[in-house]
């Protein structure tokens, strides 16, 4: 207690912090994309409860539940994409199990799941809406585009494919740098 004016004793007055232990720099970098990738896994799932609201007219349609106020939407019929992507929800559990146990072999696992079930579809996505996406912007009346409520779906959906390459690309980077520490202080977690 040097600072309380008690009893000293030499060379402890508290400047002998360059001594100390200090928490290495992959632990660090760790918790901290440990952190952040968790936050882009909220996103992610915030993304999907976004698309899910956008299926729920055709899933409730296969299932035959009629809810007026649903199908008084008249809600586009949903491409193969839109649920391939949804699939890439699941991937999360991986990512949050590899952060929990710091598995090198499940975050790999997690960041190829999101390459092939994230990003595939949105690709495919942005390709397929890319020439009324394009027509919209560049046309001053556009005729052969598709609206859904007065507001043109391919507009729609590369602000959709926006977000979800944002959250993509921030956990794989967050991944990656997880992988490199957990690599880096020789962990032998890899399953």
Not at 31 to 44: E, G, M, T
Not at 141 to 148: G, K, N, R, S, Y
């Amino acid at each position: 207690m040097a600072s309380k004016g008690g009893p000293t004793v030499a060379g402890t007055d508290g400047n002998d912090f360059l001594h100390r232990e200090r928490v290495a720099a992959q632990y660090q970098i760790s918790a901290q994309n440990k952190s952040r990738l968790k936050y882009c896994i909220f996103f992610h799932y915030l993304l999907f409860f976004a698309m899910l609201a956008k299926l729920s007219a055709d899933i409730l349609d296969r299932l035959d539940i009629f809810i007026l106020e649903i199908e008084e939407l008249q809600v586009p019929k949903p491409l193969w994409w839109e649920y391939i992507w949804c699939i890439s929800l699941l991937l999360s559990f991986l990512g949050l199990s590899a952060v929990r146990k710091n598995r090198i072999k499940t975050m790999k696992r997690y960041m190829y799941g999101i390459i092939v079930f994230g990003f595939g579809p949105i690709l495919f996505a942005a390709v397929y809406y890319f020439s009324e996406f394009w027509e919209y912007i560049t046309e001053e009346e556009p005729d052969d585009i598709t609206l859904w409520q007065d507001y043109p779906v391919a507009l729609l959906w590369y602000a959709f494919i926006l977000l979800a390459v944002q959250v993509h690309c921030f956990s794989l980077f967050f991944a990656r740098n997880l992988v490199v520490a957990w690599t880096a202080r020789g962990s032998k977690k890899t399953e």
